[in-house]
């Protein structure tokens, strides 16, 4: 069964920390690259960041660099986005993505930066 599981999210408050991770199965995962967006209610979906396969190569949104890292273990299957320095506009549900196969996508987990 194809299936990106999403698990980390939580509530944090502002200048905090929050590790998320993303367990993949049914695809050849070391063959795909891999991408974590997020999504504000009534907003659109937007890229976060993506690794490449290897993880060799990373890009990130304009306002998450320095900020935010993605990482991948491909002896896992297990894709992360560890996020610091969060800030209140970080709050959102946070979605693993996948585009090599075709589209796959994780049923998120909701990130909350809030005092």
């Known amino acids: 069964q194809v299936q990106l599981v999403e698990s980390g999210g939580g509530l944090v408050q502002p200048g905090g920390s929050l590790k998320l991770s993303c367990a993949a199965s049914?695809?050849?995962?070391?063959?795909?690259?891999m991408y974590w967006y997020r999504q504000v209610l009534g907003k659109q979906r937007e890229m976060v960041a993506r690794?490449?396969?290897?993880?060799?190569?990373?890009n990130y949104a304009d306002f998450v660099k320095g900020r935010f890292t993605i990482s991948r273990d491909d002896a896992t299957n297990t894709v992360s986005l560890q996020m610091r320095s969060l800030e209140p506009e970080d709050t959102a549900v946070y979605y693993c993505?996948?585009?090599?196969?075709?589209?796959?996508w994780g049923q998120g987990t909701q990130v909350t930066v809030s005092s």
């Open positions: 049914g695809f050849a995962f070391t063959l795909s690259a």
């Open positions: 690794i490449s396969t290897g993880g060799e190569r990373t």
């Open positions: 993505h996948t585009r090599t196969w075709g589209p796959i």
